[in-house]
């Protein structure tokens, strides 16, 4: 019988990342109402270390697959690795995260092992023994509770929704050797984003410029702001179909999806393409001049003002409580 | 060249998405059908390609009889032909069963690379073309916005956190389109007109020899959480007030900042 919540653990560049604690806690608290082995799978080069940091969140068992060909991350080969450590341990959940590369394998994952799988799902929860996900659907415009009658149930959880809780375990490191296929994929080239910013779906504060920001060169005031705050600077379609911002910050229905705890939006409408990206966040600030924008009925906090007047005021303000 | 693109019909972006009163689904009255947006990309992808190396470009789709104007959409924007998979059992098919139904209807086709949309903006699942192309025992390349093919292989770029990615992979495979690939071409009227006559196969699930029958299942649809009522902040009407009642408030209530 399939038993244990196993999770797969996300790094890159020798480092894991956020959403990999995310997923180790909710794994933990999921395997603790089923009474069941919290697994993590580490897939990777030189990646061995890394276990110790995976059991403080909870991990009873490191599967840990190290072998040159994991790095960097390709669809083909991790998948196999993956899969591999699956179809030997049979756990009965499977969480991934909703990151660009979690999304990417886990539904590579989907087809090798012929199973269902929630993506990018905002609650789980444990029934009669099964799993729940709760997931927005049609752009967030509502949500769906899934069932998944085939072991693994595997769900991708959305970066930055769920809690990370230190739990520590023994994190008992298992070596696992995977004779790795034939790849037809390659990465041949990484051409990083200038600046080193941080991307809009990791940061806890996504500030997010629109048409009312008037042209490129006025997205200076949102980067001070964002530079203190420790924020992302994200933008509406309309901005970046203009060309004052790189496809990679538009934010949306056909952009990235993003839930911080904190999104302000300058310049924004609210059209409903762009609320499907950034509805789940945890507090919406709005600032636009007209009363009557939509983006209005979404905010927890609306100024109904000039954004070049408020923001540096903004900036002054923060400057100021930071001292 | 050979080359499929799978194509979904979903709401359009504007739909007002009502949940029914039981939760078994969403009420489809009202509804404005559209092709998946990202399927418009692997569409114009495709007929690209085609312009550049010639052969042909198959539309697939799975749907009801409605679905129908989807296929004639893309034949209308310049493809050859179209399956279009209609059956009862198929309409609730999750993301495994819908990948088993494109694929068996694709086997006995010649391909070099099939397009599929990144996601479908109805159920989000973002899965369909990994799982296809596992199916198939062929790569996949997911959110590509760039493509180069030459000979046997292709170079497709596909953005992750803080960077972009240029993989290379071998022929046939599976590439999902987002945005930034290109620009969609619309149907011309002598497209539309054309689009009548191409030829479009109506299969059904025995036909296909599939059961449809699937493994997640949407056991619930609820609306949205509400959000609390918002506060307009309006301080003493100054934009140096507001915006210092706003940081206050980000500060001591929300305890965001
Ligand atoms: C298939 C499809 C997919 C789409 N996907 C996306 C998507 O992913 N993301 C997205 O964002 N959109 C998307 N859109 C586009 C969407 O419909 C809107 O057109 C877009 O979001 C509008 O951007 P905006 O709010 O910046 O511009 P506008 O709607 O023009 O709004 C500009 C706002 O700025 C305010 N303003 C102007 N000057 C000032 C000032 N000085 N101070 C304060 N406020 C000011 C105005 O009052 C106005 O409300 C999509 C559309 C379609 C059809
Ligand atoms: N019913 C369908 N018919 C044809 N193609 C589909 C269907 N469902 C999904 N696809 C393809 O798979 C992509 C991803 O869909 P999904 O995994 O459902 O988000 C879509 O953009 C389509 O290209």
Redesign the pocket.
């Known amino acids: 019988m399939a038993k244990g919540v196993f999770f797969v653990a996300e790094c890159r560049d020798g480092a894991l990342r956020k959403v990999s604690f995310e997923l180790a806690s909710t794994a933990r608290k999921l395997a603790d109402q089923l009474g069941d082995e919290v697994g993590a799978i580490l897939c990777g080069s030189g990646v061995e270390s890394l276990a110790s940091e995976l059991a403080k969140y909870g991990a009873d068992k490191v599967f840990v697959v190290d072998n040159p060909a994991l790095e960097p991350y390709t669809t083909g080969a991790h998948a196999q690795a993956v899969a591999q450590v699956v179809k030997d341990n049979s756990p009965s959940i499977l969480l991934c995260a909703a990151s660009a590369q979690g999304k990417d394998l886990s539904a590579a994952l989907v087809g090798k092992l012929a199973t269902g799988m929630a993506t990018d799902c905002t609650d789980l929860r444990i029934e009669n023994g099964r799993l729940v996900a709760v997931r927005p659907m049609y752009a967030g415009k509502c949500y769906g509770e899934v069932v998944i009658s085939s072991d693994p149930q595997m769900a991708s959880l959305r970066p930055n929704v769920f809690p990370v809780v230190e739990c520590a375990k023994a994190g008992q490191v298992v070596k696992v050797d995977v004779a790795l296929g034939e790849l037809k994929t390659k990465v041949v080239e990484v051409i990083k984003d200038t600046g080193g910013k941080i991307d809009v779906t990791e940061a806890n504060i996504v500030i997010s410029?629109?048409?009312?920001?008037?042209g490129p060169e006025n997205f200076a005031i949102l980067e001070e702001l964002a530079a203190l705050l420790g924020a992302a600077v994200g933008?509406?379609?309309?901005?970046?179909d203009a060309g004052w911002r790189p496809q990679s910050d538009?934010?949306?229905?056909?952009?990235k999806v993003v839930s911080p705890n904190l999104y302000i939006a300058?310049?924004?409408?609210?059209?409903?393409?762009?609320l499907?990206?950034m509805s789940s966040s945890k507090y919406i600030v709005a600032?636009?001049?007209?009363p009557e924008?939509p983006?209005f009925q979404k905010a927890d906090y609306g100024v109904v003002?000039?954004?070049?007047k408020?923001v540096p005021e903004m900036t002054k303000e923060v400057k100021k409580l930071l001292g | 060249m050979n080359i499929i693109a799978c194509v979904k019909q979903v709401p359009d972006?504007?739909a007002q998405i009502k949940v029914k009163a039981d939760g078994s689904g969403i009420d489809e009255g009202g509804i404005k059908w559209v092709m998946n947006?990202y399927d418009e990309f692997g569409v114009e992808e495709a007929l690209r390609l085609k312009e550049k190396f010639g052969g042909e470009v198959t539309i697939v789709c799975l749907g009801p009889a409605r679905a129908m104007e989807t296929i004639r959409t893309a034949l209308a924007m310049g493809a050859d032909k179209g399956i279009h998979i209609d059956d009862p059992a198929l309409y609730e098919a999750d993301s495994y069963a819908t990948a088993e139904a494109l694929a068996a209807a694709i086997k006995g086709l010649p391909y070099d690379i099939i397009f599929c949309g990144q996601r479908a903006i109805d159920d989000d699942s973002g899965q369909v073309g990994s799982i296809l192309a596992e199916l198939l025992g062929i790569p996949v390349v997911t959110m590509v916005t760039k493509l180069e093919v030459e000979g046997n292989s292709a170079k497709a770029t596909r953005p992750i956190e803080g960077a972009q990615l240029v993989i290379s992979t071998s022929l046939p495979c599976v590439i999902t389109a987002t945005?930034g690939l290109n620009e969609p071409r619309y149907a011309s009227l002598p497209g539309i007109m054309k689009a009548k006559k191409k030829p479009v196969d109506i299969k059904n699930a025995a036909a296909l020899g599939v059961s449809g029958a699937s493994k997640a299942k949407v056991v619930k649809f609820v609306p949205p959480p509400a959000r609390p009522p918002g506060k307009i902040i309006c301080a003493d009407d100054t934009p140096e007030g507001k915006a210092a009642e706003l940081v206050k408030l980000l500060r001591e209530e929300a305890k965001v900042i």
Do not use: Y
Request: charged fraction near 20%; aromatic fraction near 2%; glycine fraction near 18%.
């Open positions: 410029g629109g048409r009312g920001m008037k933008a509406s379609r309309a901005a970046v538009q934010v949306g229905q056909t952009g300058c310049g924004i409408s609210g059209a409903i393409q762009h499907a990206g600032i636009n001049k007209d924008a983006i003002d000039d954004l070049f408020v | 972006t504007e947006p945005k």
